[in-house]
């Protein structure tokens, strides 16, 4: 029997509303030790920021970073989501074609989790690699 990706997922995904400073998303991910969170408008799954956009689309070209708001600089256009019935497969396939290492698992348009290609190594092949680094603490 496939596994579904609510067995995998990380639950109580963090979110910022799309308002937020660029600096409240990056704190965010500092306190959570992750490197991406949701962006939500009226509860609702409207895109997703990671520190590489804080990077790339942010700090890289000089913005205010305690003036920008999250929804300037997060992804959002064509984003991919999974619900949590859906086969952690298909959540693979989907992470495989949009050259992406998390996915967030909405139900009704809200967040409910995020699963990544590391939680899945983690149950799938628990001996990997991938799922060696993604078990480790993180470098603080």
Do not use: F, W, Y
Request: contains cysteine; proline residues 6%; charged residues 25%.
């Amino acid at each position: 029997m496939a596994q579904k990706v609510r067995e995998v997922m990380t639950p109580a995904p963090v979110t910022v509303p799309s308002d937020a400073s660029i600096v409240q998303a990056a704190r965010l991910m500092r306190e959570h030790n992750i490197g991406d969170v949701l962006v939500t408008e009226d509860d609702r799954l409207c895109g997703v920021i990671t520190d590489r956009d804080i990077v790339v689309r942010a700090v890289a070209d000089s913005r205010d970073l305690t003036a920008t708001a999250v929804a300037a600089v997060c992804s959002s256009s064509g984003l991919a989501t999974v619900t949590p019935d859906q086969d952690t497969t298909q959540a693979l396939r989907l992470m495989r074609d949009k050259a992406i290492r998390r996915v967030p698992v909405v139900e009704e348009g809200r967040p409910v989790g995020v699963v990544s290609l590391g939680d899945v190594a983690l149950e799938r092949d628990p001996a990997s690699a991938l799922s060696d680094i993604s078990a480790a603490r993180p470098n603080t």
